[in-house]
């Protein structure tokens, strides 16, 4: 039987990269998908043709999950297509600016903080009163970032905005474990999405970024949706609170021959 059948996801930034390769996974394993973008229209539409071709429904919605107002219509449009949300996938996000702190306006930190954490923390209180209604139970899951831990100069705005969610899982796995509604952290490293579209269209940069990969290549955004998979299905209902680095041993490698 699929690991998902009967279930409802939202799963945000689902337009392309990561949260597109997850709505497919997801459908496969036979749940309905609400799909939301923010400017790329034509891409959730893509991911709503991959979702119908394995035979289950889903929906495309806009949404800007740095507007709280915004989230509240995403869920409010949601759930009355759907009647109930299972499964809430945090993945929409920013990327880094490139800025050093000294150089970096106050609007540049803000649009990343708001987009990446204050994103994640709408969408998951929203989900979370949904489920206490229902008497509980569901999944959350948060894609954060290898940049959670490792962090480079002219990325404050992005990593702190990951560590952030980091603590944001691990702190709502504590006030949720009673509700039965598990919380769980996934941390790309390079993966081959829009946010690494140099690395995509450049053998070379892509080759030169994979050096410092102990297995020595990016990774795919369906191996990032199987694990999202697990932790959406009843095969992790005694995991909650947990990061998991899904990097190629990125975050082992660092620091080494210091």
């Known amino acids: 039987m699929p690991k998902l059948s009967g279930k409802i996801a939202l799963i945000t930034g689902s337009d392309s990269g990561i949260g597109q390769a997850t709505a497919v996974?997801?459908?496969?394993?036979?749940?309905?998908?609400?799909?939301?973008?923010?400017?790329?229209?034509?891409?959730?539409?893509?991911?709503?043709?991959?979702?119908?071709?394995?035979?289950?429904?889903?929906?495309?919605?806009?949404?800007?999950?740095?507007?709280?107002?915004?989230?509240?219509?995403?869920?409010?449009?949601?759930?009355?297509?759907?009647?109930?949300?299972?499964?809430?996938?945090?993945?929409?996000?920013?990327?880094?600016?490139?800025?050093?702190?000294?150089?970096?306006?106050?609007?540049?930190?803000?649009?990343?903080?708001?987009?990446?954490?204050?994103?994640?923390?709408?969408?998951?209180?929203?989900f979370i009163r949904h489920r206490q209604q229902k008497g509980g139970k569901g999944k959350l899951i948060n894609v954060s970032s290898v940049h959670e831990e490792i962090v480079s100069a002219g990325t404050a705005d992005y990593c702190a905005s990951k560590a952030g969610i980091r603590n944001l899982t691990r702190t709502l796995a504590l006030e949720l474990a009673e509700d039965g509604i598990n919380v769980n952290n996934i941390c790309p490293g390079m993966i081959l999405t829009p946010m690494n579209q140099e690395a995509m269209d450049d053998k070379e940069v892509r080759e030169e970024k994979e050096e410092h990969i102990p297995m020595k290549r990016a990774g795919k955004p369906e191996e990032i949706a199987r694990l999202a998979v697990f932790l959406a299905s009843s095969d992790s209902d005694y995991v909650t609170g947990s990061s998991y680095f899904m990097d190629g041993g990125l975050s082992q490698y660092m620091g080494q021959g210091a």
């Open 25 to 126: 996974e997801f459908a496969k394993e036979g749940a309905d998908v609400v799909i939301t973008y923010y400017s790329d229209k034509e891409g959730a539409q893509e991911t709503l043709r991959q979702v119908e071709a394995q035979k289950r429904r889903g929906i495309v919605l806009p949404v800007d999950v740095s507007d709280e107002q915004a989230v509240e219509q995403l869920f409010d449009r949601a759930l009355e297509e759907f009647g109930t949300i299972d499964i809430l996938v945090n993945n929409a996000a920013v990327n880094g600016s490139g800025i050093n702190v000294a150089d970096m306006d106050t609007e540049v930190f803000d649009r990343t903080i708001r987009t990446n954490l204050y994103g994640t923390f709408f969408c998951s209180r929203r």
